[in-house]
């Protein structure tokens, strides 16, 4: 029960920095004419382009990038598009009106919904990438960016995400279910313990009435070492690099091992799972490595542009394993569902939020482990009947989509019954 609750502790500190940065990303898109523009142009060929874009290139496209005519990335209905904002609108109200990270159900989504889980993971590391491109303003984060602390960690995350793209390729030529199956077992690991965590935390804050969930989200942190940072920066394996010169007093010193072997587990994490990386950046720097969060914040936002497009373009998109239509749909459902949930927190409880969360990942927990005994059955891992297994399955996919379902009604709701008292705030 322990290492389970630390490993909560440290995947919610993630969450709740990715959320972080979505939502900057997201205001930074949607408040900017320019970028609106931008986001315009790449869905109009999706939008207007339809079948007949996708009859006349359907073939051509793929063979070029890569061969993977099953996947044709100008595929196009508008069933999947609609279904493709419709993920995108349940993960952003989550990551606003919860300020953790939705974007942990996408992929659970988008495999329920019948998309390969390597599509999926390929898919929503596009679509970040694409949000990366579109919502980061470096300039303004510049001053606490380390140069030196990004590049030696990106060189550990290139490594990390080839490999993680290589196992996850090879594993689908091997057997596109043993791929679904390696995939569902790593959400069902990460849900599992952020889930229990989260629940854990709803009980505790019901229990004792405290009602604020975004306090605690590490902003703050940093600024004094930990027991481990302390004895990972005593450890003088040369090079040593510098960071947090303008923040401490003669700053701060790290051995490159740590950066690239820290930068290795981000970059595995994000070729693996689809979900970026950065997201576990905030915690490894802060708690593991002992940098300020000030430090952090500017260096996450620096190494994720090249972390997510490196990822997504060298590991899926050149093999043909990244649904654009998809991708595109989700970015416009996510930006809209981050500005309505983050609205919504102020006129909800906190506690009402913590319990939302953890039912949320709860639910993506059972839908993956309801999933995997059918796909173990498929490789004949384990014995189970068809039947059994559809069932498990169905049920698992049905209490997950009801869970978001009740979720996103509700967030929407209140949005809509508070709407002139949230106008009013605004002004």
């Not at 070492?225 to 040369?238: D, E, F, R, S, Y």
């Not at 936002?301 to 490196?310: D, E, L, N, R, S």
């Not at 500005?339 to 102020?346: E, F, L, P």
């Not at 639910?363 to 005994?373: E, H």
Request: proline share 3%; glycine share 14%.
């Amino acid at each position: 029960m322990g290492l389970a609750r630390q490993c909560g502790q440290f995947l919610m500190a993630a969450s709740r920095a990715h959320a972080q940065w979505e939502l900057e990303t997201s205001r930074t898109i949607l408040g900017d004419k320019k970028r609106l523009a931008i986001l315009g142009l790449l869905l109009v060929p999706i939008i207007l382009g339809g079948v007949a874009f996708a009859d006349q290139l359907g073939d051509a496209i793929p063979q070029f990038i890569g061969g993977k005519k099953a996947y044709s990335p100008a595929f196009y209905t508008t069933g999947i598009f609609l279904a493709s904002i419709a993920i995108g609108l349940g993960a952003g109200l989550i990551t606003g009106c919860i300020g953790a990270g939705g974007g942990f159900i996408i992929a659970p989504a988008l495999m329920s919904a019948g998309i390969k889980g390597i599509l999926a993971v390929g898919t929503d590391l596009f679509h970040i990438f694409a949000k990366a491109i579109m919502g980061t303003v470096i300039h303004r984060k510049l001053g606490n960016v380390s140069v030196s602390l990004a590049l030696v960690f990106l060189v550990g995350a290139i490594g990390g995400a080839t490999s993680g793209g290589v196992i996850n390729r090879t594993l689908y030529e091997l057997n596109p279910v043993l791929s679904d199956a390696f995939i569902t077992t790593i959400y069902v690991l990460m849900l599992g313990f952020l889930g229990l965590y989260a629940l854990l935390d709803f009980l505790k804050a019901q229990k004792s009435g405290k009602q604020d969930f975004h306090g605690g989200d590490g902003k703050s942190e940093g600024a004094e070492l930990g027991g481990l940072p302390k004895k990972l920066q005593a450890i003088k394996v040369p090079p040593m690099v510098s960071f947090d010169q303008g923040l401490i007093p003669g700053g701060r010193q790290i051995s490159w091992v740590f950066l690239v072997g820290s930068g290795f587990l981000v970059g595995f994490a994000a070729a693996i799972m689809g979900v970026g990386g950065g997201f576990l950046t905030f915690p490894i720097f802060v708690y593991v490595l002992g940098v300020s969060s000030m430090t952090t914040v500017g260096t996450d936002i620096f190494q994720i542009v090249f972390t997510a497009g490196y990822a997504a373009i060298t590991q899926y998109a050149i093999y043909g394993f990244i649904f654009y239509t998809l991708a595109m749909g989700m970015l416009l459902g996510s930006l809209l569902g981050i500005q309505i949930g983050a609205m919504v927190t102020k006129v909800v409880p906190g506690i009402y939020i913590r319990g939302f969360y953890a039912m949320a990942v709860l639910a993506g927990f059972v839908n993956r482990i309801f999933a995997l005994p059918g796909k173990l059955g498929d490789m004949e891992f384990i014995d189970i009947a068809k039947d059994t297994a559809k069932i498990l399955d169905n049920i698992g996919i049905w209490a997950f989509f009801v869970v978001i379902g009740i979720f996103a009604v509700w967030v929407i709701g209140t949005f809509v019954m508070n709407i002139n008292k949230l106008r009013g705030e605004v002004h």
